[in-house]
């Protein structure tokens, strides 16, 4: 997949495709829809994205700090498309040149005459232009008179819930991750480097592959069954887990992260991409009285974790 972060002056190679366009965090039923009624179009199959999303620009316009909301980073979302064949990923700057262009110039100068789109599918929900003046109706019109067609993808709902990428980080704050698999189409994953931690685990038999969450939405804290890929490295490959999710409270901790006790594996993970997939919620996160306690705890979890897995 060509990853392309510009609008401007691009080589004849890059133009043409057939595009959905969106933030697309998470990439879930809804977001594929829409890039399925991009696809077929007699043009490569492209998506058009935002970064820093919208949200966080015009926060950080305003003077304000957002909690972390986003299910993705870049390199996730970026991965989730190049297996759904997206051939060209157009994440754009969205800065305040983008942020302060009116509908119209947007259509014209970045779709039609940047990126020179042969069709561009967007969700019913869409906006776009400064002060979020255009909707999905006008982008039709706007498509009709600069060149380009226009697909509008309608709502979709699983289970009577309309997917959303709030219904999913709803799902995941109170340890439903099957819920939010659900609504996605995948399993909500996780993916970063492995960082160097201080070890703990190793001393009590449970060494960890530790990942930051830092700006990205908290799932529920607690201990939870995963999958784990390695993407990167001499280990390349899945494997299954039991991960904890938190800040630690044994050890006086505050800033939440990912640690995973990879099943069966020996083998150093440090700087390596991985990918974490939440399956199932097995606890919330605990105080212990002791190391003792812990360590007995964790053997309970892993036990449970493979059972489940094993399951799946």
């Known amino acids: 997949m060509k990853r392309l972060t510009t609008w401007k002056s691009l080589e004849k190679s ?46 950080a316009r305003a003077g304000k700090t957002l909690p972390p909301f986003r ?5 996730a979302r970026a991965n989730r498309l190049a297996k759904l064949g997206v051939e060209r990923l157009y994440e754009l700057p969205f800065n305040e040149e983008l942020a302060d262009m009116s509908a119209d110039a947007f259509a014209r100068e970045v779709l039609a005459e940047g990126l020179g ?15 979020r003046e255009g909707d999905a109706a006008m982008l ?22 309309e997917a959303s990428s709030t219904a999913i980080r709803t799902a995941l704050a109170e340890g439903r991750p099957e819920d939010a698999a659900a609504m996605l189409g995948h399993l909500h994953r996780i993916e970063g480097a492995v960082l160097h931690g201080d070890k703990r685990g190793r001393d009590l038999g449970y060494p960890t592959a530790n990942m930051s969450m830092a700006g990205l939405h908290l799932p529920k804290l607690g201990v939870y069954a995963v999958k784990f890929d390695v993407l990167t490295g001499p280990h390349k490959g899945s494997y299954t887990g039991a991960a904890s999710l938190g800040v630690r409270p044994m050890f006086g901790e505050n800033t ?34 002791g190391l003792e306690a812990l360590v007995a705890q964790m053997d309970a979890d892993c036990a449970r974790a493979r059972e489940i897995l094993a399951e799946r």
């Open 256 to 289: 939440p992260n990912l640690e995973t006790f990879v099943f069966d594996f020996k083998g150093d993970l440090y700087d390596e991409h991985v990918s974490v997939a939440l399956v199932e919620f097995l606890r919330p996160e605990m105080k212990f009285d």
């Open 71 to 75: 299910l993705m980073n870049p390199e």
């Open 140 to 161: 039709t019109e706007l498509g009709a008179k600069y060149g380009f067609e226009v697909t509008v993808a309608p709502l979709l709902h699983v289970e009577g819930v």
């Open 14 to 59: 890059a133009r043409g495709a057939s595009v959905a366009m969106g933030n697309f965090d998470g990439i879930h039923l809804g977001h594929q829809s829409v890039i399925d009624q991009a696809r077929g179009k007699d043009a490569p199959l492209g998506v058009i994205t935002f970064e820093p999303h919208p949200r966080e620009f015009f926060a």
């Open 117 to 131: 789109v042969t069709h561009v599918a967007v969700g019913g929900d869409f906006r776009f232009g400064k002060g």
